[in-house]
């Protein structure tokens, strides 16, 4: 079994970091480090310190009434760049694609939290900046967002063959090789991280890539960030509450897609039983996770989220807990072996339960609930 897809995107590239967490300014909390958070006046309604933002950039609305940085405007010549947080009384989120690209005074960027995303190129290009500060908001970074800047260029900046902003994983080269550890601290890989370069009209991925090592600190992984990492094997954790807590953006953002299995502490999982404490499974979390032969979800789950064990082919057993309350698309999908789930409520319950659409294991599954009642899946 194969999948395939097309995407319309690359590695991600930064550039350097002084993340933004500074030493209030009141008296109250002098000495203190915090991650400024603005009001509408730019001031930080933690210590009262001012944004002296850069005045005279170019702005659009966005739908959810907030507004995206687009331009340099009128303030040409800059070459210490400040976003504000708040623009006409609105939250700026977003930088826009190619925002800044190609722009060759601007040396330094400060990125005030508040900002979700930074779009495509949107300093690519930037070939004096070497200073970049990024808040804890920043969770999308789409394709070359920082390429052909000065700290891009510098390879000290680079670990090995990875290229880090902080604790966002911004790119690795398609020669990484064996098993890599993620850096501890990581929150964000951002998107097409490890897809390699684009050569004959496809990516390369990371052919060499066998085995990768998560972090407890991982949070969210972007888009496609394992496209074309066929290669790896194995994906090795330390602690599966924090593995259910990371949020993927789509099924090639997970790097069990490729058939690999999970491994934690060293033991690959075989009988995942997920951890108490978890209310959600969430959206492609154990998607085609290779060896995972039985899953039980306990009553404290309340949501299987949408393609969560879809293509797992080895998967025969699963029991669901009384507290799910909804299962979403695809959530198992193509699971060829799974003939039978074992419910833990009644068949009227089971039929409360809402289902996304194709969310069934496969043809001729059926679900025995706790009252011996037998339902199709």
């Given at each position: 079994?194969?999948?395939?897809?097309?995407?319309?995107l690359?590695?991600?590239?930064a550039?350097?970091l002084?993340?933004?967490?500074?030493?209030?300014?009141s008296?109250?909390?002098?000495?203190?480090?915090?991650?400024?958070?603005?009001?509408e006046q730019?001031?930080?309604?933690?210590?009262?310190?001012?944004?002296?933002?850069?005045?005279g950039?170019?702005?659009?609305?966005?739908?959810?009434?907030?507004?995206?940085?687009?331009?340099?405007?009128?303030?040409?010549?800059?070459?210490?760049?400040?976003?504000?947080?708040?623009?006409?009384?609105?939250?700026?989120?977003e930088?826009?694609?190619?925002?800044?690209?190609g722009?060759?005074e601007?040396?330094s960027v400060?990125?005030?939290?508040?900002?979700t995303?930074?779009?495509?190129?949107?300093?690519f290009g930037?070939?004096?900046?070497?200073?970049i500060?990024l808040?804890?908001s920043?969770?999308?970074?789409?394709?070359?967002?920082?390429?052909?800047?000065?700290?891009f260029?510098d390879?000290?900046?680079?670990?090995?063959?990875?290229?880090?902003?902080?604790?966002?994983?911004?790119?690795?080269?398609?020669?990484?090789?064996?098993?890599?550890?993620?850096?501890t601290?990581?929150r964000?890989?951002?998107?097409?991280?490890?897809?390699?370069?684009?050569?004959?009209?496809?990516?390369?991925?990371?052919?060499n890539?066998?085995?990768i090592?998560?972090?407890e600190?991982?949070k969210?992984?972007g888009p496609?960030?394992?496209?074309?990492s066929?290669?790896?094997?194995?994906?090795?954790?330390s602690?599966l509450?924090?593995?259910?807590?990371?949020t993927?953006?789509?099924?090639?953002?997970n790097?069990?897609y490729?058939?690999?299995h999970?491994?934690l502490?060293?033991?690959?999982?075989?009988d995942?039983?997920?951890?108490?404490?978890?209310?959600e499974?969430?959206?492609?979390?154990f998607?085609?996770?290779?060896?995972v032969?039985?899953?039980t979800?306990?009553?404290g789950?309340?949501a299987?989220?949408e393609?969560?064990f879809?293509?797992?082919?080895?998967?025969?057993?699963?029991t669901?807990?009384?507290?799910?309350?909804?299962?979403?698309?695809?959530?198992f999908?193509?699971?060829?072996?799974l003939?039978?789930i074992?419910?833990q409520?009644?068949?009227?319950?089971?039929?409360?339960?809402?289902k996304?659409?194709?969310w069934?294991?496969y043809?001729?599954?059926?679900?025995?609930?706790?009252?011996?009642?037998?339902?199709?899946?």
């Amino acid at each position: 079994m194969r999948k395939f897809f097309v995407m319309s995107l690359a590695a991600l590239m930064a550039v350097g970091l002084a993340v933004s967490v500074a030493a209030c300014g009141s008296n109250e909390n002098r000495g203190k480090s915090h991650e400024h958070t603005y009001n509408e006046q730019n001031d930080c309604t933690v210590c009262g310190e001012h944004l002296n933002f850069t005045e005279g950039l170019k702005f659009e609305p966005t739908e959810e009434n907030t507004y995206t940085v687009t331009g340099i405007g009128t303030a040409e010549g800059v070459t210490e760049l400040v976003i504000p947080a708040y623009y006409n009384g609105k939250a700026v989120t977003e930088i826009g694609r190619y925002a800044f690209s190609g722009n060759a005074e601007i040396e330094s960027v400060v990125i005030p939290n508040g900002v979700t995303a930074i779009d495509l190129r949107a300093f690519f290009g930037c070939s004096a900046l070497a200073k970049i500060s990024l808040p804890e908001s920043v969770t999308a970074i789409n394709d070359a967002a920082f390429d052909g800047t000065a700290y891009f260029a510098d390879e000290k900046n680079w670990d090995g063959d990875v290229f880090y902003i902080g604790d966002i994983l911004m790119q690795a080269r398609d020669t990484l090789s064996g098993e890599y550890q993620i850096k501890t601290g990581t929150r964000v890989i951002a998107q097409g991280a490890f897809m390699g370069v684009y050569l004959d009209n496809k990516f390369s991925g990371c052919p060499n890539l066998k085995a990768i090592v998560i972090p407890e600190s991982l949070k969210f992984i972007g888009p496609s960030v394992f496209s074309y990492s066929n290669a790896l094997e194995k994906v090795i954790i330390s602690d599966l509450a924090a593995w259910c807590q990371i949020t993927f953006a789509d099924n090639f953002s997970n790097p069990l897609y490729y058939d690999a299995h999970l491994f934690l502490k060293g033991q690959e999982i075989t009988d995942l039983v997920i951890p108490d404490g978890i209310s959600e499974i969430k959206a492609h979390a154990f998607v085609d996770c290779n060896g995972v032969k039985s899953v039980t979800i306990p009553s404290g789950v309340t949501a299987i989220g949408e393609s969560a064990f879809e293509w797992c082919e080895s998967l025969e057993s699963v029991t669901i807990g009384v507290g799910v309350t909804a299962i979403g698309e695809h959530a198992f999908y193509r699971c060829e072996n799974l003939k039978n789930i074992q419910y833990q409520g009644t068949a009227d319950a089971w039929n409360k339960i809402g289902k996304g659409s194709s969310w069934a294991p496969y043809e001729g599954c059926t679900v025995t609930c706790s009252d011996g009642t037998s339902v199709p899946a």
